[in-house]
C-alpha cells in the first residue's frame, strides 16, 4: 500500500538547522511532484515547497525562501526539506505530499518546534 514516511522533526533553537526526510513506497514515486507542507496549531495547512516530478521547478513559500531548500532522490524514493535559520514561526507539523493530477497522498507528520 500507499505510504510516506516523515522523519527528522525535534526541538531546535532559533537560527538552528533540521533536515526532514519523506521515504515513499506502494507507488511509482518519479511521477509524482512532491510536496512540504505545515500546519500550526490553529491555523490552515500551508504550502511550504514544492518539487517537480524530476527534480526541476522548486517553488517555495515566500517566508521560507533563502532558507528551505527541497531535494528528491529518485533512486532512493525519498524527498527532503533542509531548513536552515529557523524561526520560531517555522514550529508546526510538516507533512509530506505526493500529487499526480488527481492522485494524493499524504504522510502522517513530523513535529518540528523551534524555541526563542
Known amino acids: 500500500q500507499v505510504q510516506l514516511v516523515e522523519s527528522g522533526g525535534g526541538l531546535v533553537q532559533s537560527g538552528g538547522s533540521l533536515r526532514l526526510s519523506c521515504v515513499a513506497s506502494?507507488?511509482?514515486?518519479?511521477?509524482?511532484?512532491m510536496r512540504w507542507y505545515r500546519q500550526a496549531p490553529g491555523k490552515e495547512r500551508e504550502l511550504v515547497a514544492s518539487i517537480g516530478a524530476f527534480g526541476s521547478g522548486t517553488r517555495y513559500l515566500d517566508s521560507v525562501k533563502d532558507r528551505f531548500s527541497i531535494s528528491r532522490d529518485n533512486n532512493k524514493n525519498t524527498v527532503e526539506l533542509q531548513m536552515n535559520s529557523l524561526k520560531p514561526e517555522d514550529t508546526a507539523v510538516y507533512f509530506c505530499?505526493?500529487?499526480?493530477?488527481?492522485?494524493?497522498?499524504w504522510g502522517q507528520g513530523t513535529q518540528v518546534t523551534v524555541s526563542s
Open positions: 506502494g507507488f511509482i514515486f518519479r511521477d509524482f511532484a
Open positions: 505530499n505526493a500529487l499526480r493530477v488527481q492522485e494524493s497522498y
